[in-house]
């Protein structure tokens, strides 16, 4: 099975920290992840990565970035963290087919006081 | 812009019963469509998928069907039990993005609760 391990399942950060989340994921998988989950909202990708040190942005780039220094790595960085970046971030990863089911971690709730 | 979206946000349904989840999509080039459940507290798993090709697809006690006339796929769950009870996405994805492999759009969920 694949298996998407992100580093932490709850964080808890100040506002202005430089924030890093990460992402581990040992299938091998070209693409990988990051999105956020919002109550109402659904999933809204941030950054994709199809290759190492390769990302695009998704729908909601702005307040961050990513590094993909490795295959199985991929990095979410909150530059400066605000209130409003508090949420559940989830991260995925998939082969660099089209048409393939992407493979979710558990998750990181992440809260910035 | 493109939607993924769901009928209803939410669905109650007795134990035992059967159970069907709608989702509606407005690309008519979409060509490959994901359904994923939600467990409080987990990230969303892979149940099945279907691709435009088919209209049927069964798995372990779940069905999906898609009908690419009116754009709408839908999940059935047959004798739902309690452990079934999770918020259920569909995702699709479609070759005229014009987007890197592997991006899919989700619809909002549905959260389905299943009562004894």
């Known amino acids: 099975d694949v298996k998407v391990t992100q580093s932490s399942r709850y964080l808890v950060k100040r506002t202005g920290e430089k924030v890093f989340l990460e992402c581990v994921q040992d299938?091998?998988?070209?693409?990988m992840f990051w999105y956020r989950q919002d109550p109402g909202l659904g999933l809204r990708l941030i950054y994709f990565?199809?290759?190492?040190?390769?990302?695009e942005k998704g729908d909601i780039p702005e307040g961050y970035s990513v590094s993909r220094e490795k295959k199985e790595r991929f990095s979410l960085i909150l530059e400066s963290a605000s209130t409003n970046q508090t949420s559940m971030y989830l991260c995925?990863?998939?082969?660099?087919?089209?048409?393939?089911?992407?493979?979710f971690g558990d998750g990181t709730r992440l809260s910035i006081l | 812009g493109e939607s993924v979206g769901l009928h209803l946000p939410t669905l109650s349904v007795q134990e035992g019963d059967n159970s069907i989840i709608n989702c509606a999509y407005s690309n008519s080039a979409s060509d490959y469509f994901i359904w994923y459940k939600q467990e409080s507290g987990k990230g969303p798993q892979f149940i099945i998928d279907i691709r435009s090709n088919m209209d049927k697809r069964q798995g372990q006690r779940v069905t999906v069907l898609l009908n690419k006339t009116v754009k709408h796929l839908s999940l059935q769950i047959a004798a739902t039990q309690p452990g079934d009870s999770a918020v259920y996405f569909c995702?699709?994805?479609?070759?005229?993005?014009?987007?890197?492999?592997?991006?899919?759009?989700f619809g909002r969920g549905t959260q389905l609760t299943v009562w004894p």
């Open positions: 299938m091998d998988h070209e693409n």
């Open positions: 995702a699709e994805t479609s070759a005229d993005r014009g987007s890197t492999l592997g991006r899919l759009y």
């Open positions: 990565s199809y290759d190492v040190k390769m990302k």
């Open positions: 995925a990863s998939s082969p660099g087919r089209r048409g393939q089911p992407q493979h």
